[in-house]
């Protein structure tokens, strides 16, 4: 297995939740170790993921 950073851009819905940000990686294929809001706009939230790929 190996570790992989990435940044990801997710829609800004209004209502940040857990559950949301975690489907929102689990729907792009991405098994998130970590993650960590980085930037948030009107319009999208850059999420800084540890992804684990196997």
Known sequence: MQ???IIVEIPN???PTTEYFETALKEKNISPLR???VYVDDKIY???VANLKE
């Open 46 to 48: 850059k999420v800084s």
């Open 13 to 15: 819905n209004g209502t």
């Open 3 to 5: 570790i992989e950073s």
């Open 35 to 37: 993650w960590a809001i």
